[in-house]
């Protein structure tokens, strides 16, 4: 495969760090040392779906392609309001497409999951150009009152649109049951034969652990497919990393050896926005006019599960 557009959206209403002193036990300079960030978009009034289908519509525009040509849909996605049907169908139905449309929950490395899910159905002869979208709204899942974990997150959508080409250099997934380390538990409606205690929790998070992970296997990820490629850590223009927290990149541009010239970020602007995070950064330096044809790119997440997707791709725009 190869990208052929990219697009993105965020909510409105922009939360920086002097807002959240206002009501939380924290500071500005506490979140700006410990993540990097100082603003994130929020959802307020506007609903997942339609920030989805912005993105979807940006990354077709960009694409030079129409709905009509898109013949799978595949969304990450982790929450939002409908539990049935999958947001990849009401995104369908919003962009006046006619295809198969799935949903894909590999939390924040979602979107590296589902490119590489779209590549694998362009090599099978079975879709030509495809529809990747990344909807998160993780600012829902987390408890307002709890300083250590709300201050970290943002929302938003990001969306690629790709097609038969050789771009994919090299694709690596990851999986290890790790669940005690990060999760989000809701419970379902009451049938009157349930008797198993179920109770519905914020998300928690190990921060500790999570960093520590992330870190190892991130920068395991990108090792490994560079030795594959047969490429060094300096051959890559650009790692669009997920934008998780400014000291994990600062930590696997250190492991890479490698200085920050070649990780751009927006955790700044943006917190974390889950698996949407990869293709908003990829989406900005699109636009940005950043990215030049027969760059190579590293993409690389991780998230709950743990899961974690990489991959290197040539820009061919
Ligand atoms: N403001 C002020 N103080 C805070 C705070 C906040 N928002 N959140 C936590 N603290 C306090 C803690 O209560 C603790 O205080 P104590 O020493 O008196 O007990 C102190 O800061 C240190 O907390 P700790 O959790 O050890 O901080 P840390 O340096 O590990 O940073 C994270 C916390 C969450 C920023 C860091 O662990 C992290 O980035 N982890 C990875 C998270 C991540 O990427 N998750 C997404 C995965 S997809």
Same mark, same amino acid.
């Given at each position: 495969?190869?990208?052929?557009?990219?697009?993105?959206?965020?909510?409105?209403?922009?939360?920086?760090?002097?807002?959240?002193?206002?009501? &939380?036990?924290?500071?500005?300079?506490?979140?700006?040392?410990?993540?990097?960030?100082?603003?994130?978009?929020?959802?307020?009034?506007?609903?997942?779906?339609?920030?989805?289908?912005?993105?979807?519509?940006?990354?077709?525009?960009?694409?030079?392609?129409?709905?009509? +040509?898109?013949?799978?849909?595949?969304? #990450?996605?982790?929450?939002?309001?409908?539990?049935?049907?999958?947001?990849?169908?009401?995104?369908?139905?919003?962009?006046?497409?006619?295809?198969?449309?799935?949903?894909?929950?590999?939390?924040?490395?979602?979107?590296?999951?589902?490119? +590489?899910?779209?590549? +694998?159905?362009?090599?099978?002869?079975?879709?030509?150009?495809?529809?990747?979208?990344?909807?998160?709204?993780?600012?829902?899942?987390?408890?307002?009152?709890?300083?250590?974990?709300?201050?970290?997150?943002?929302?938003?959508?990001?969306?690629?649109?790709?097609?038969?080409?050789?771009? @994919?250099?090299?694709?690596?997934?990851?999986?290890?049951?790790?669940?005690?380390?990060?999760? !989000?538990?809701?419970? @379902?409606?009451?049938?009157? !034969?349930?008797?198993?205690?179920?109770?519905?929790?914020?998300? !928690?998070?190990?921060?500790?652990?999570?960093?520590?992970?992330?870190?190892? #296997?991130? #920068?395991?990820?990108?090792?490994?497919?560079?030795?594959?490629?047969?490429?060094?850590?300096?051959?890559?223009? %650009? !790692?669009?990393?997920?934008?998780?927290?400014?000291?994990?990149?600062?930590?696997?541009?250190?492991? @890479?050896?490698?200085?920050?010239?070649?990780?751009?970020?927006?955790?700044?602007? %943006?917190?974390?926005?889950?698996?949407? #995070?990869?293709?908003? &950064?990829? +989406?900005?330096?699109?636009?940005?006019?950043?990215?030049?044809?027969?760059?190579?790119?590293?993409?690389?997440?991780?998230?709950?599960?743990?899961?974690?997707?990489?991959?290197?791709?040539?820009?061919?725009?």
């Amino acid at each position: 495969m190869k990208i052929i557009g990219t697009g993105r959206a965020n909510p409105a209403k922009i939360v920086t760090n002097a807002m959240l002193e206002e009501f &939380l036990d924290t500071s500005d300079e506490w979140i700006r040392e410990r993540t990097g960030m100082t603003e994130r978009h929020v959802i307020s009034s506007e609903k997942l779906e339609d920030l989805a289908t912005e993105a979807a519509l940006k990354a077709i525009e960009n694409a030079g392609v129409t709905p009509a +040509d898109i013949d799978y849909i595949i969304c #990450s996605n982790v929450v939002n309001e409908y539990i049935t049907p999958g947001l990849s169908c009401i995104i369908q139905g919003a962009i006046g497409a006619k295809c198969a449309c799935v949903d894909v929950n590999a939390a924040c490395s979602g979107f590296i999951y589902a490119l +590489d899910m779209a590549d +694998d159905r362009i090599k099978s002869g079975k879709a030509k150009t495809i529809l990747v979208v990344a909807a998160e709204e993780p600012t829902r899942m987390v408890d307002w009152k709890d300083r250590s974990i709300c201050v970290l997150f943002g929302d938003g959508a990001g969306a690629a649109v790709v097609t038969e080409g050789d771009a @994919l250099i090299g694709s690596r997934l990851t999986t290890v049951s790790k669940t005690e380390c990060l999760h !989000y538990v809701r419970t @379902l409606e009451p049938t009157p !034969y349930i008797t198993k205690e179920e109770e519905a929790k914020p998300m !928690y998070m190990n921060g500790r652990e999570v960093f520590k992970t992330a870190v190892l #296997s991130s #920068s395991r990820d990108i090792r490994t497919l560079l030795d594959e490629a047969g490429l060094q850590p300096a051959d890559i223009k %650009y !790692y669009i990393l997920h934008q998780a927290n400014m000291r994990i990149i600062e930590a696997i541009c250190g492991q @890479l050896k490698l200085d920050m010239s070649h990780f751009p970020t927006n955790v700044a602007h %943006y917190g974390n926005t889950s698996s949407a #995070s990869v293709a908003i &950064l990829l +989406d900005e330096l699109n636009r940005d006019g950043k990215l030049q044809k027969g760059d190579k790119l590293v993409l690389s997440a991780f998230g709950a599960g743990f899961t974690t997707g990489a991959c290197i791709i040539e820009w061919t725009k």
